[in-house]
Each structure stands twice: as structure tokens, then as C-alpha cells.
């Protein structure tokens, strides 16, 4: 065997991806300034109309289909097997703190990078139109991410989106904890199920000074807390990841009053299905016992929210080789108890989410997500653009036909529990 022989054989280069890099190329300066518009004129969950016109618009096709506040551009062949790739519409109810002239000044911003996303969309579709692609690409401009109801849930249950015929679901979301040019690509879940818990503990108020006339709730809830707090620790197998976290406690309106009830709200992030199950029943099953110690009575109701984040394995293998080919490095998977409705997607399609950095060398206490100095640089436009084509190429080639795709279908229907409205599941 001659020293040739014996070198590691490098994936055959794809052709298709290497023109779709070279066209996405002369379309990042427009993308840019795109991106500095969307983020200076940022719109809620629910109301991203003029976004999504504009993004359609940009991506050659103003008058695209809508789905609620939300568009699909399909970009190819306009029947037959698809892939698709999502980007979000919505920005956040935080007020910008950043210095650069394109800031929001409206109340809203773009604190999770979603403009950076729309923007990296137009990159790649725009890309596809010029140079085609081995599949038609439907980019899912998605409203509501950050608010309920969850917008993900209304384009996977849409007549719309079915018509498709999607064969792949592709998904970026920029990342401060992961350095720039890097990707995480994990096979898997990678993010959380959520779900919102809501806790009513009622006493008898009366008068602070003579509390033995009343039942206090207040006291009542804070060994509700307590108690809580047992059943990741105690209840919950140490080697299945879960948090509870109870978020807000309200209760009262003056120092000397002793109120009727204490509501508390809190968020439960589970990975395995039967850890959700039971653990909204051990959460009832606490409060309610804790409380009555207190002669109090607690009521639980739960919002049930995004579902595991999944991503297909085969599709991760392939587009990790992609991602090599488009000059982005490929990083230890990012796995957290965050969560994000993209996994609405993944329970209907095989699909993708990868996280794609943003974190600048020598701050690594930089703002994170939802801060309201986040601020991705520009270059990230052309970053995710590439990651994103490089999944959709990787989707393209790596053997989900439409067979597959179906049994996918079928067996995650078999699984699927009826919504039961939502609960919210910010990252
Ligand atoms: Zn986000």
C-alpha cells in the first residue's frame, strides 16, 4: 500500500453545493442590508406581516402563499418532493440596548438573531433560484416563534405546508456560546419538551396580626416551592436531564394584609416522555399534599408545549460532511433543556436544527440570547446562509425517499399526543 493509499479518503466534493456557495456568495452583500432593515423595524409574534412580505419579496415571490402571519416561498419544480428550511418571523418585547445607527426603536428588537436568519434565507434561496438544486427548496417563513400559540404548530397542521411534499426540514438558529465559523450538528435531542405549570394555592386572608384567624397561602407556597424542588432530585432518574424552574410568585397587595392566594407559574423541561407524564402528576400530587399541611388547598393545570427537539441522525451525518465542504467547522453537539417550536417539525418530517455560532473571541460573558445588547455581527448572514444550504444539500442526497419519509410520518403520528393548546417554550 503506498502512502497515498493510506490517506483518510475525503467525501467527494458535491458539485451542486459548490455552485450553490459560489451564488450565495454574491447575494450576502443585499442579504446584509436586508438584515439591517428587518432588525431596525421589528415586529411581534403575530403581527410580522410587513416582515414576511418583505422576505417573500426578497426571495423573488411577493406574492406567496400565506399561512396565518407566516409565508411559504417554493423556489423550483412546483410539484414533487421538496425541502424545506425555516427561519422566524417574530422579534422579542425587549428594548434594544446597542449603539449601531440600524437599532430598533419601536419597543421590540431582534434579540434572538431571527433577522439574521430571514436574511441567511434569502442567501440561500436566492442561491437555489439562480443555480437550481437537486430538490425544489420551500423556505417556511415561520411567525410566532417566541409567543403562543406556538407558529410552528400552525404550518405543520396547514393543508399548505402538506402540499409540499417535504421530504426535509432544515433549521439554524445562531448561537453566542458556540465561536464563530463553528456548528454544532448533533444527531438526536438537542432541545427540551416544554411545559408551562401553573400553581393556585388558596388560604383565608385576614389581618397580619393575627394570623391564627387566618390560613396564609403565602407560607403555604413557599413549602410548595420547597417541595417542588424534590422531584428532579429525588424522583426523576439522575441520568435523565429535566429542570423545573418556578418563575413567577404573586401574591398580595399590601405588608400588613394576609392575601387569599398565591399563584405561582414555573416551566417544566423534560427528554423522556414518561419523565413528562409523570412528573405533571407528581407536580399536582406535591403542591396539592404540601398545601393541605398548611390547611390550604393547591390546584395545578399545565400547558402543554413543544415536544422533544429530534434531529435525524442520517440527515446530521450528511450535512456535518456539508458543512466541512462550506468551510464551517463541526463542534461537539450542543445539547440543552432550552427549547424552540422547530421541534413541531421534527416530530411531523425528519428534520435538522443546528446552532450556528456567533460568540466573539475574548468575551465570553458577551449577551446571550433575548439580552437586549445581542447583536450577531454581519458576517453571520453568510455563515448560516452556508449552513443552511449545506443541510439542504446534505437533505437532498441523504437517502430520506419518500418511503422513509413516510414511515417517519407514520411512526411519529403513533406517537403524537392532541395539543392541547400550548404552553410557550422561549429558548
Ligand atoms: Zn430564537
Known amino acids: 500500500m503506498t502512502a497515498a493509499e493510506r490517506q483518510p479518503t475525503a467525501p467527494p466534493a458535491s ?5 450553490l456557495l459560489q451564488a450565495a456568495d454574491q447575494e450576502v452583500p443585499a442579504a446584509v442590508a436586508l438584515r439591517r432593515e428587518l432588525h431596525a423595524t421589528p415586529e411581534l409574534g403575530g403581527h410580522e406581516t410587513r416582515t414576511a412580505s418583505r422576505v417573500a419579496a426578497a426571495l423573488g ?3 406567496a402563499p400565506s399561512v396565518t402571519t407566516g409565508r411559504l416561498v417554493r423556489i423550483g419544480a412546483a410539484s414533487g418532493p421538496s425541502v424545506a428550511i425555516r427561519a422566524e418571523l417574530d422579534a422579542l418585547p425587549v428594548t434594544e440596548q446597542t449603539p449601531v445607527a440600524w437599532a430598533s426603536r419601536n419597543g421590540a428588537s431582534h434579540a434572538c438573531g431571527h433577522d439574521v ?8 434561496g436566492r442561491a437555489v433560484r439562480r443555480v437550481g438544486g437537486p430538490l425544489p427548496l420551500v423556505a417556511v417563513l415561520q411567525p410566532r416563534e417566541e409567543s403562543y400559540p406556538s407558529g410552528a404548530q400552525d404550518m405543520v397542521g396547514s393543508p399548505q405546508l402538506e402540499a409540499q411534499d417535504i421530504r426535509a426540514m432544515v433549521g439554524v438558529h445562531v448561537h453566542p456560546d458556540i465561536a464563530r465559523g463553528q456548528v454544532s450538528v448533533g444527531p438526536g435531542p438537542v432541545n427540551a419538551a416544554y411545559d408551562e405549570v401553573t400553581i393556585t394555592v388558596r388560604g383565608r386572608g385576614g389581618h397580619a396580626a393575627y394570623p391564627h384567624e387566618t390560613r396564609d397561602p403565602v407560607l403555604a407556597a413557599a413549602h410548595v416551592i420547597l417541595a417542588l424542588q424534590h422531584l428532579i432530585s429525588r424522583r426523576t432518574d439522575p441520568m435523565h436531564s429535566a429542570v423545573l424552574t418556578i418563575g413567577t410568585v404573586q401574591a398580595g397587595t399590601a405588608a400588613n394584609v394576609i392575601p387569599e392566594q398565591v399563584v405561582l407559574t414555573g416551566s417544566l423541561r423534560t427528554f423522556e416522555p414518561a419523565d413528562r407524564a409523570s412528573l405533571w402528576s407528581a407536580v399536582s400530587a406535591t403542591a396539592g399534599a404540601t398545601a393541605e399541611a398548611y390547611e390550604c388547598t393547591a390546584q395545578a ?5 413543544e415536544p422533544v427537539l429530534n434531529n435525524d441522525p442520517a440527515l446530521a451525518t450528511a450535512t456535518a460532511a456539508c458543512l466541512a465542504q462550506a468551510g464551517l467547522h463541526v463542534v461537539e453537539p450542543l445539547r440543552s433543556c432550552g427549547s424552540d417550536d422547530f421541534a413541531y417539525y421534527c416530530a411531523r418530517y425528519p428534520s435538522l436544527m443546528m446552532f450556528a455560532g456567533v460568540g466573539q473571541p475574548g468575551t465570553p460573558d458577551g449577551p446571550g440570547l433575548h ?8 458576517g453571520a448572514v453568510g455563515e448560516v446562509a452556508r449552513a443552511m444550504l449545506a443541510g439542504y444539500v446534505a437533505a437532498c442526497s441523504a437517502g430520506l425517499p419518500g418511503a422513509a419519509a413516510q414511515a417517519h410520518r407514520d411512526a411519529t403520528d403513533r406517537m403524537r399526543i392532541a395539543p392541547d393548546g400550548g404552553g410557550r417554550g422561549p429558548h
Do not use: C
Open 61 to 63: 415571490e411577493p406574492g
Open 117 to 124: 436568519h430571514l436574511a441567511a434565507l434569502t442567501v440561500a
Open 301 to 305: 393545570s399545565f400547558a402543554r408545549g
Open 15 to 19: 458539485a451542486v453545493l459548490t455552485a
Open 371 to 378: 439580552h437586549p445588547a445581542f447583536l450577531p455581527p454581519e
